[in-house]
């Protein structure tokens, strides 16, 4: 059984496929949010994750045409943003950017209550991507699906192309990965900094 | 490695560091874009959007510089291409003449230089012909797609 389809979602989607670019804007706006923070779990850079989730949302307008209108738009449009992702990272791979690269740029002041509460979140952000960063881009997107879209893994599967086997194979792997990493950095201190521009928490 | 699996996903709990991993991550937040995003995002559909007529407005032009080009080649090669063909069978026929102890050769050549030329001309006009409109349609097909037709969704 599929998800029910908002009303006004399904009217903007109506009207978007028709080409009308101000419905579509409305839909960016709704998904502006899950999109970004994908691209940026996924990424971890600001600006590329920004540019990330401009070219999601100007694909999803280009390629309108092709979504099933029965079906929920948040994962079609989740599933084109992480195969966006990870063919960025495949790129990135090849230009040969190092994880080292990625790090030792200081993370801006993101609004929080105090000093404290600042630096601590700062520590568990840098913490978080530090172990996502440790992933295969494809098991990343399939853990960023799972813990921050709480997808399914028939879901995950139609969003990343693999079979609902194959999701909790590679759930599994980066799972021990995680469980790996995360005792490895109990007994190493965390590098200092993060990435530059780091988003704001909603 | 399938029926493996459900024994594996039931496993990860006992993942010693797994639960601290798993907490870390359930309490991350969801992060936002900075403020203004749609407005980037119609910003940058328009800048697409305008890049693609640019496209295709040099598309448009090579296709029809492309064009007159492919038709100035084909009217040129059309004439050279049709005299050493005349000159060949004008060649062979004197060569056969001038060998008086070829009749056969003579009457072999005649026989075909007589009777495959109607063929050929046949064929080969025919081919010519659909060759030519193969390649019209498919020029005019690609400058309708590449100059002409309307830019949808951005592009």
Redo the contacts between chains.
Sequence with gaps: MTPEIPIEEARWLARARKGDERAFAQLVEAYEQPVFNLCYRMLWDGPEAEDAAQETFLKAFRGLHRHDPDRPFRPWLLSIASHHCIDRLRRRRLRLTSLEDLQGEEIPAAPSPGPEATALEREHSLRVQQLLAGLAPKERAAVVLRYWYDLSYVEIGQALSLSESAVKSRLHRARRQLADLWRAGEEKPLAAGGRQNEPSAA | ??LQ??E??R??PD????A???A???????????IG??R???L??TA?RARHARRQSLWSLGLALGGALAALAVWALLGPLGSPADMAVELGLRAAAWGRGLDLLLGLADALLGALPLVLRALGGLGLLFTLGWLSALWLASLYRLSVQEI????
């Design positions: 490695m399938n699996q459900p594996l996903v496993q990860d993942l010693p560091g797994w601290e991993a798993e870390a991550l359930q309490a991350a937040p969801m992060l936002s874009p900075a995003f749609s980037r995002w119609r940058h559909l697409r949808r969704n951005g592009g």
